[in-house]
Nanobody
Framework: QVQVNESGGGLVQPGGSLRLSCRAS????????MAWFRQAPGKEREFVGY?????????YYADSVKGRFTMSGDNAKNTVFLQMNSLGPEDTAVYYC????????????????????WGQGTQVTVSS
């Protein structure tokens, strides 16, 4: 049984920063490909970022967060982080961490259906 656990959400003022953490565990011999998605009320779940450990930790981002959000990770611990800077009200959402064992082609990383394991989500609220 694979478990994905996020932490680090909360309330932050516009222009502020937050750092989310996510760890996948359960299959000690596997290194997971991991991504972040978010879902605002009344909207579909949308891609935020993806980290490809196989290529040395290369990261890919949605245009809406590029330049503000940064993913990093620790392959040995199956852990990824999402550093979020210059947050605005449009970033308010539940943030989900997702993982899969097999590498994805780039055209597939933005589709949530391509991930096998999900965390419970962590709320991020940007408000003054």
């Amino acid at each position: 049984q694979v478990q994905v656990n996020e932490s680090g959400g909360g309330l932050v003022q516009p222009g502020g920063s937050l750092r989310l953490s996510c760890r996948a565990s359960g299959r000690t011999s596997s290194t997971y490909f991991m991504a972040w998605f978010r879902q605002a009320p009344g909207k579909e779940r949308e891609f935020v970022g993806y980290r490809d450990w196989w290529s040395g930790g290369r990261t890919y981002y949605a245009d809406s967060v590029k330049g503000r959000f940064t993913m990093s990770g620790d392959n040995a611990k199956n852990t990824v982080f999402l550093q979020m800077n210059s947050l605005g009200p449009e970033d308010t959402a539940v943030y989900y961490c997702a993982a899969r064992i097999n590498r994805l082609v780039l055209s597939a990383i933005r589709n949530p259906e391509n991930y096998d394991f999900w965390g419970q989500g962590t709320q991020v609220t940007v408000s003054s």
